[in-house]
């Protein structure tokens, strides 16, 4: 079994028929990728996430404003996180974090919205799932000061060796997705080398980020399978035991996803 830990099923595109989404998540199992986790990007389109885990026994979602919506999107605060979260099929408090790159004049808004969340995931007690790009360090520091007692991963990521090793000292995890495969990116598969097998979690990002040989194409959960056989490759072990260690990875990170998922025995 292989789990894609982050995705965005509510977010395949605006004319995404129930039907067709039902042959996604189909053909995700039959690749092997037997549930997913469904991340939030704004509190406005909580009740159509919603709509999809509830949906499909395999799917969790998590809820979240994430870094780059817009700024006038509801700012999200920890009481309305926490009771969001109570939802059984919603398993971690994400997308949230720092991004730098896009929106470097924002530095002051994201850095209350990530605080706000990193509150509301303590309160929850749930894990928080992290969004990181050019902000490495105000992250760590993020994470030092509001340290999450549920844990947490940095998504999709990216950034350096250094900061990889930081928030493994931190006891966070670290997922890599698609972006793994494309030739440009040398130094994260070496950060994939560095990083023990027991903090590894796979995921899509879908329907961004398809990996080679799908990129330029929309993503989907079925191509964690993809990533997974990469990173097997790349570490030098089979396909099975990453299978199996990011999938225990991935329970042990959102213990409340081992209740609330039915899956084909």
């Known amino acids: 079994m292989i789990i894609d830990s982050h995705c965005h ?17 189909a053909a995700a199992d039959k690749a092997g990728v037997n549930a997913m986790l469904c991340a939030g990007v704004t509190l406005e389109a909580f009740p159509g996430l919603l709509r999809v885990v509830e949906r499909f026994d395999n799917v969790v979602g998590a809820v979240g404003v994430h870094p780059l919506e817009d700024e006038g999107c509801k700012e999200p605060d920890v009481e309305s996180l926490v009771q969001m979260s109570a939802h059984p099929k919603i398993v971690a408090i994400g997308e949230t974090g720092l991004d ?42 993020m994470i030092r000061a509001l340290k999450p007692e549920a844990g947490g991963v940095l998504h999709c990521f990216t950034e350096s060796e250094e900061m990889a090793r930081q928030v ?31 903090r590894l979690l796979v ?9 080679v040989p799908h990129r330029g ?49």
């Not at 007690?125 to 490495?136: K, Y």
């Not at 972006?179 to 990083?195: E, P, S, Y």
């Not at 995921?203 to 990996?211: F, G, H, Q, V």
């Open 9 to 25: 099923l509510d977010r395949l595109g605006p004319d995404m028929s129930d039907e067709q989404l039902d042959e996604i998540v």
């Open 100 to 141: 730098f790159y896009y929106k470097p004049d924002s530095e002051a808004m994201q850095l209350k919205r990530f605080e706000t969340q990193l509150q509301a995931a303590q309160q929850a007690q749930l894990p928080v799932i992290i969004h990181s790009r050019q902000a490495q360090q105000q992250t760590v520091d």
């Open 168 to 198: 493994l000292d931190e006891g966070l995890y670290i997922s890599i997705s698609g972006i793994v495969t494309f030739r440009n990116a040398a130094a994260l598969r070496d950060v994939v080398k560095m990083v023990p097998l027991d």
């Open 203 to 211: 995921e899509t990002d879908s329907p961004y980020l398809a990996p």
């Open 217 to 265: 194409k929309p993503n989907r959960p079925e191509h964690t399978a993809v990533v997974a056989r990469y990173i097997a490759e790349l570490k030098g072990v089979s396909l099975e035991q990453i299978s199996e260690q990011t999938t225990a990875n991935f329970f042990s990170l959102f213990p409340k996803a081992r209740n609330t998922l039915k899956l084909a025995e």
